[in-house]
Structures are given as C-alpha cells and as structure tokens.
C-alpha cells in the first residue's frame, strides 16, 4: 500500500472507528500546516491501512461538503505531508514506494494523464543505483546526472519557468527536479480526486452524514483560527463576480439589474456563494441589500424583505443546515444545471440554453473570436460542460485535465480560476 493514494483499501470498519481515523488525521495535517510540535499518531503511519482509509474519507468529506476552505487545507495538508515522507525515504525505500506504485498503475483500466510520467518516474526510481543516487543526502537539486522524457504537456510549470529541456516536444526532466516532480504529480492526483468523483449516492447514507458534521465542526474551527482562507463578504462579491463562471455571472448581473431572481435561479446562486465563501451572516446581509430594493420591471416575484423577513430568514440558514432538518445542502454541479428546466430567461448554462448573440455577450467574445468557432463546435456536439471548461482555460491561461468535466461544477470553475497553488 503506497502513500501516494493511487486507490483505496477495501474492507470493513466500525463507523466510530472510521470517525476516530478521519478526525485525528484532519487534526494531524492541522498541526502540519500550522507548523505545531508533531506527536505520534497511529492512524497516520504511512502505508498502514488507516493511513490509506483516513486520506480517502477526507477527500470525501470534502467532495461532499464542497466547502473551499475544507478542500485548500485538505491539499495544502496532505501535500506538505507527501513532501516530508518523499524526503525522508531511503535508496530502499524508493525503491519499494515505486514498485507499489508500478503494481498499483497495472490495475487502471483507463489511467488519468498524470499516470503516464508518474510511471515513467517510478520504472527509473526502482532501479538500485538510480534510487541510491537520488536519495543521496549530497543530491543536488542542480543535479542532472540522470534524466526522464516526458511529453511536454506533462510539465508545463517547469518548462514555463524554463527549467528542462525541450526536443521535438519532449522534455528532458533532470533527477535534481524529480522529487519536485514528485509532489506535482501527487498535487494533480488529489486535485483529480476532489474534482472529479460523483459521490452522490453516500448523500443519503446517515453514517456519512453524521461523519460530514464532525468534519464540519472541526472546519469551524479551522475558519476560525488564522488562515489564509478567507470569507467572502458581501460587499466583496461585486469584485470577485469577474472570476465567476458564466452561469453564475449571468445570475450576478441579473440580480443586480432586477433586485430579483426566481426561486430556483436564487437556490442554485445562493448555494455557490455559500461554497464559495459567503458564511450566513454575509448571505443574509446580501439578499437584505437586494430585496429591500424595489423590483426594476417586471419580475415573477413579487416578495420584498420588509413584508418577508421571517420566511427569507429561515430559507437562508435552513440551506446552511441551521434549520428545518439540518441538511447541509451544497451547490449543483454542471449536469445537474444543464438538465434543470429553464422556464424563465434569467438561469441555466449559457452553452446549452442561450443563442449565440446572449452567449457571447456574458462571455465577453465578438464574433469573429477563434474561441467564439471553437465553442459552437462544442455545443454542436452537446459537449456543454467542455466548452465551458475550454473558456476556463483560455480566460485564466491553464491547462485543465482532460477527465474534468465529471462532475464539473460553478464551484470548480471559481476555484480554479481564482487558484494559486
């Protein structure tokens, strides 16, 4: 069983024992961060079994409370986490995590793109006089005694700060980098993880459910020590609308324009400024400010704060899971949007539901943008979710994994565009 988290254990546990595992390590990667004294911990020895089943439900605490301070610290966490063991490890040690990991990437049916350098890296990093000299204490991160290739497309931070070699597109990684190599890989592997697995199913699973509000408490705490995530306040949300995406952009405006929105437009838009930041005293302090104005036009609804105070009151902290039955309810993913019936001109993917001329009016193009073609390409395919995440790319200049568009969401979107890990 290997560190680098390639897949999970199998097997049952105790429901409190399993709670036990997942709070301890989130205090232990909290220490971590923070740069507290390190006590032991048995629940995070490495390659045991609840190492494997602590980092695992994490990621699912996670993935299901689509909280985005929980998500930075959780990869923050185990990132700095994966740099200490990788920089600990002996020549025979290496040796061992590789051939693990070589073993583990032989059960993929379909592997994600980062595999493909990772065992490259590892079929070097097994070999007895490679391993000795890489984890030498005098190895040098200047070195370059020893290289791999790799496509570039599979380096791009190095090559961007123009630290390999590129021939014919292939990029000559030098051993000094490897161990940097290293926890980039792991980075994008956890990244993949939490954007991309569907774990709707366990919503429903009480066991789960009470497990997410023990990590929920915990994360409290966590927003409220000194961190650098920060609350989104409601007078922020004008600024930060730019790194929008366009579904959510086009809701902002309409907002903004109206003072109104319908009631499922104002469910979807509430909840991804709940799990982008905006804690419920802000949220209430926002939908105050726009409801007190009076509607400009006509409008289905016909509510204002004065005379509704009491009903927009609970409606917001009931979807904070502070009333009613407590659910802690999170935002709709792309797919989710994408086959919602759009009854009203304010809401739904604009790749999907808007023409062409509504289209490139929230998404800022003219008409004779190349992206403008490469979009309706996509649509013409029904390919939604990818010509959003095309104009993701080409608006923040990334490079996305090819596997994002399970899955994706609005929330995905803002934390990419607005990333700097």
């Given at each position: 069983m ?53 980092h ?28 200490r ?5 002996t ?7 590789s ?5 583990n990437?032989k ?13 490259s ?6 070999l ?5 000299h890489?984890?030498a ?27 390999v ?13 490897w161990?940097q190599?290293?926890?980039l890989?792991?980075?994008?592997n ?21 497990l ?43 907002l903004r324009?109206?003072?109104r ?13 709940k799990?982008?930041?905006?804690n419920?005293n ?7 400010a ?9 409008h ?15 409606g ?13 309810y999170?935002?709709y ?15 739904g ?19 004779d943008?190349?992206?403008?073609s490469q979009?309706?390409e ?16 080409k ?14 969401s ?12």
């Amino acid at each position: 069983m290997s560190f680098f988290y390639l897949s999970p254990v199998k097997g049952n546990l105790p429901v409190h024992l399993l709670e036990e595992i997942t709070t301890s390590r989130f205090q232990y990667l909290q220490d971590l961060v923070e740069g507290n004294n390190i006590a032991y911990n048995q629940f995070i020895v490495e390659g045991s079994i609840y190492d494997n089943v602590g980092h695992f439900m994490l990621c699912v605490a996670a993935i299901l409370n689509k909280n985005v301070a929980l998500t930075k610290f959780i990869l923050k966490g185990e990132v700095e986490l994966f740099k200490r063991r990788v920089g600990s490890l002996t020549a025979y040690d290496m040796r061992c995590f590789s051939k693990k990991l070589l073993r583990n990437i032989k059960k993929y049916d379909k592997i994600p793109s980062f595999i493909v350098p990772l065992q490259s890296l590892c079929q070097h990093l097994m070999l007895k006089d490679v391993a000795q000299h890489f984890c030498a204490s005098a190895h040098m991160k200047e070195c370059s005694q020893h290289h791999i290739k790799i496509h570039f497309r599979h380096c791009l931070p190095f090559i961007a700060k123009r630290q390999v070699e590129v021939q014919q597109g292939i990029a000559l990684l030098p051993c000094g980098k490897w161990k940097q190599y290293l926890v980039l890989l792991f980075t994008m592997n956890i990244k993949s993880r939490l954007g991309n697995t569907d774990l709707t199913p366990l919503r429903s699973d009480p066991r789960i459910n009470e497990l997410l509000f023990r990590i929920r408490k915990e994360t409290s705490i966590l927003q409220n020590s000194r961190s650098e995530i920060r609350t989104l306040k409601s007078v922020d949300v004008d600024s930060v609308s730019a790194s929008f995406p366009p579904c959510m952009l086009n809701l902002h405006r309409y907002l903004r324009n109206k003072h109104r929105l319908s009631h499922t437009q104002r469910f979807y838009y509430s909840l991804f400024l709940k799990d982008i930041g905006l804690n419920v005293n802000e949220a209430v302090d926002f939908w105050r400010a726009e409801y007190r104005q009076a509607p400009n036009g006509k409008h289905s609804c016909c509510h204002n704060w004065e005379k509704d105070e009491k009903k927009y009151l609970y409606g917001i902290r009931h979807m904070y899971g502070l009333e009613g039955g407590r659910k802690n309810y999170t935002s709709y993913n792309c797919k989710q949007i994408q086959s919602t019936d759009i009854s009203c001109l304010e809401g739904g993917c604009p790749f999907k539901s808007f023409d062409e001329d509504n289209m490139m009016k929230i998404l800022g193009l003219r008409r004779d943008d190349l992206l403008l073609s490469q979009i309706n390409e996509l649509k013409s395919k029904n390919m939604y979710t990818s010509a959003c995440i095309l104009f993701l790319e080409k608006k923040c200049s990334i490079v996305c994994d090819n596997t994002m568009s399970f899955n994706f969401s609005p929330v995905n979107f803002f934390q990419k565009s607005t990333s700097k890990i």
